[in-house]
C-alpha cells in the first residue's frame, strides 16, 4: 500500500495548477446518461473516483472516448472526455461499484428518467457518517416514483408514461439528492418547484451542462430551482468548474507553511467563506488573472473559530484542513462540524504530530502548539488524509502518512504539486 513521506519545514512558494473538481465531474459524467447523443467533458480531472465512475458508466452501456493523451494546459493535465449513451444496457447498479463510492448512487436519477425503473445499491463511501438516503427516496416519490428496498438495493420505478413535475420542499438541504432530483424532474413530464435545493457550485454546474443539453433549468445557485420537463436532452460541450476544495487546501497549506503561491486557473469567487477565514487567520490573499495569490506566514497564525454548513457556508470539505492550520494558531479556535457526525477522525491523527485538541460533541477546541513534529499517521478519509499532509509540511521532520488511497479519490498530482512549491513529499510505493 502506497504511503507518502513528507519532511516538513519548507516554505512553499510558486505556482499550483487547479484541477477540475471531483465533485463537479462526478454528476456531470452521470449526466451523460440522459442523453443518446455525446457528451463532451472538458477540464476532467485524473481521479481514482472518475475512473470507478468511468467503469460503472461503462456497465450501464456509456461508451468512453478519452482525448488520446492528457492535454498539457497552462502547466495542468486537462482531460476531455466524450460519453456516448445511444442505449442504457443495464439499469442496475451493482454493489460491488456503488459501495466504493456513494456519488455512483445518483444514476439512479438518469436511469430512472430515461428508462423509467432502476435497481441500485444502497452507497458506501467515506467513514463520515451514516449517510442516509431519504431524501431521494422521497424526492423521487414526489415525481410520481415508486421506491423499495429489496435485499440493500433500491427498486425504482417511474409511473406509465415517466415522471411526473412536482412540488417538492427538502427537509435539509442535500448536494447529492439536489443533483438527482435536477436530472430526474428535468425529463419529466411538466414542471417542478424543489425548495430548499443545494446552493453549492457543483449544482450550477450540473444545471449549466443541462441547460445545454437542453434542460429548462432555473434558479440554480439559489434555494429554489423551477424545472420545465422536457421529452429529451440531446448532446453537449461542457467544461467543468475549478476544484474549490483544492484551491482551499492549498491556500491552507500555505498560510500554514508560509510562502507566496498562485493558484492557477480557479476563480476566487467559489469559496468566499473559506477566504474571509484565511484571511482573519493573517493571510493575505488576492485576485489574480485566472487565480489566486496567497502569501502566508506561517508562524503568526490567528485563531478564528468556524462552523461549517451548506454552501455559502464554510465547507465541511475544508473543516479538516482549517482544523490542520489551527494546531498551530496563537490561541485557541473552534471548529463546529454540523454536515456529518462523525468528521472528526484526523482528531487523533493531528495529535500524533503533537496537537492540542479536544472534542465536545461536534465542536473541536484546538490550542495552538508553536511547534508540530513529523510522525507517522494514517489517512482516514479523503480531506482527513489531506490536512495530515498539510500539518506534515509544516512539522518538524519526517510524517509518513499511510493509506494513501483515499487522497488518490480527491487530489489530482498532490506531490507533484506540492513538490514544485519546494516541498519534500514523495510517495514510496508497496
Ligand atoms: C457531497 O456529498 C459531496 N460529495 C461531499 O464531498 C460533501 O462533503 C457533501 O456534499 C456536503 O457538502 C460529492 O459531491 C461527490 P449531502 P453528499 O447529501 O451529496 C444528509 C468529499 O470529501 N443526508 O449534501 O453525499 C447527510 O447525511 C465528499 O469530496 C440525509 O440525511 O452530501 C449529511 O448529513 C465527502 N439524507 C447531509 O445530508 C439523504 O438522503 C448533507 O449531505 C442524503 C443526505
Excluded at 430526474?184 to 451542462?209: F, Q
Excluded at 485566472?290 to 464554510?314: L, N, Q, S
Excluded at 510524517?399 to 498532490?414: I, S
Amino acid at each position: 500500500m502506497d504511503r507518502i513521506r513528507i519532511v516538513g519545514g519548507n516554505t512553499l512558494n510558486g505556482i499550483i495548477p487547479i484541477s477540475g473538481a471531483k465533485n463537479a465531474a462526478l454528476p456531470l459524467m452521470i449526466a451523460s446518461l440522459m442523453t443518446s447523443d455525446t457528451l463532451t467533458l472538458e477540464n476532467v480531472p485524473h481521479l481514482a473516483d472518475v475512473e470507478l465512475l468511468l467503469r460503472i458508466l461503462g456497465n450501464h452501456g456509456v461508451d468512453i472516448s478519452v482525448n488520446g493523451r492528457r492535454e498539457r494546459q497552462s502547466g495542468s493535465y486537462a482531460r476531455t472526455i466524450h460519453f456516448t449513451c445511444r442505449t442504457i444496457v443495464d439499469t442496475t447498479a451493482p454493489y460491488d461499484l456503488v459501495s466504493k463510492m456513494r456519488a455512483s448512487f445518483w444514476v439512479i436519477g438518469p436511469l430512472l428518467a430515461r428508462e423509467g425503473r432502476a435497481r441500485v445499491s444502497l452507497p458506501g463511501g467515506c467513514a463520515i457518517g451514516t449517510r442516509p438516503v431519504d431524501l431521494f427516496i422521497d424526492g423521487l416519490r414526489a415525481l410520481g416514483a415508486s421506491m423499495e428496498i429489496d435485499s440493500g438495493y433500491i427498486e425504482a420505478t417511474a409511473p406509465k408514461g415517466g415522471l411526473i413535475g412536482a412540488s417538492y420542499t427538502f427537509p435539509k438541504v442535500s448536494v447529492g439528492a439536489t443533483h438527482v432530483m435536477m436530472m430526474a424532474a428535468a425529463l419529466a413530464r411538466g414542471a417542478t418547484t424543489i425548495h430548499n435545493a443545494a446552493r453549492e457550485p457543483e449544482v450550477v454546474d450540473l444545471a449549466n451542462c443541462l441547460n445545454a443539453m437542453g434542460a429548462k433549468i432555473s434558479g440554480a445557485g439559489t434555494a429554489t430551482l423551477t424545472i420545465e420537463g422536457v421529452t429529451s436532452l440531446s448532446g453537449a460541450r461542457h467544461r467543468v468548474l475549478p476544484d474549490r476544495i483544492e484551491t482551499g487546501t492549498y491556500a491552507m497549506a500555505v498560510a500554514m507553511t508560509g510562502g507566496n503561491v498562485t493558484l492557477e486557473d480557479t476563480d476566487i469567487a467559489l469559496l468566499d467563506t473559506a477566504i474571509e477565514a484565511l484571511r482573519r487567520a493573517g493571510a493575505e490573499i488576492s485576485p489574480v488573472d485566472g487565480g489566486i495569490r496567497i502569501i502566508g506566514h506561517g508562524d503568526a497564525i490567528r485563531p478564528v473559530d468556524i462552523v461549517t454548513e451548506p454552501f455559502p457556508g464554510f465547507p465541511t470539505d475544508l473543516q479538516a484542513q482549517f482544523m490542520g492550520l489551527m494546531t498551530r494558531a496563537r490561541g485557541v479556535a473552534h471548529v463546529t462540524e454540523t454536515i456529518f457526525e462523525n468528521r472528526f477522525m484526523h482528531v487523533q491523527e493531528l495529535a500524533r504530530l503533537g496537537a492540542k485538541i479536544t472534542l465536545n460533541g461536534q465542536t473541536a477546541r484546538i490550542e495552538g502548539v508553536p511547534t508540530l513534529r513529523g510522525a507517522p499517521v494514517m489517512a482516514t478519509d479523503l480531506r482527513a488524509s489531506v490536512s495530515l499532509v498539510i500539518a506534515g509540511l509544516a512539522a518538524e521532520g519526517e510524517t509518513l502518512v499511510n493509506r494513501v488511497y483515499h487522497l488518490d479519490r480527491g487530489f489530482e498530482r498532490l506531490e507533484e504539486k506540492l513538490t514544485r512549491c519546494g516541498a519534500i513529499v514523495e510517495r514510496i510505493s508497496g
